[in-house]
């Protein structure tokens, strides 16, 4: 590794990201954890990256099931270079172009 690249990682400051959560009906918890999991997907030095959840108590079951998820999901677009990280966003650009080209 190149000592001016670590030396640019060092100087990066660290990020706090906030996610608030309301409302299950009006947000739907998927929405929530896609937020989360393109959040924490970022090409950003994982010791100076932090994401915190505000919530009513509502979405917490499923992001402990998103944290299950994100560790594949993760190692899944870095292998592949998924460049889209939201989950919902990467397959619906799957299946809607594969919709268009399979209709008449």
Partial sequence: MNIQFIYKVLDLPSVDMFVTTADPVLEPPIITVNTVL?????DYPT???????SDDGCTFYSLVE??????????????????????????????SSDHHENSF
């Fill in 38 to 42: 393109s959040l924490l997907a970022i």
């Fill in 47 to 53: 010791h100076k990256l932090a994401c915190y959840v």
């Fill in 66 to 95: 998103a944290s299950k998820f994100a560790k594949l999901w993760l190692q899944f677009c870095n292998k592949y270079i998924v460049h889209v990280r939201a989950p919902s966003r990467y397959f619906l650009q799957y299946t």
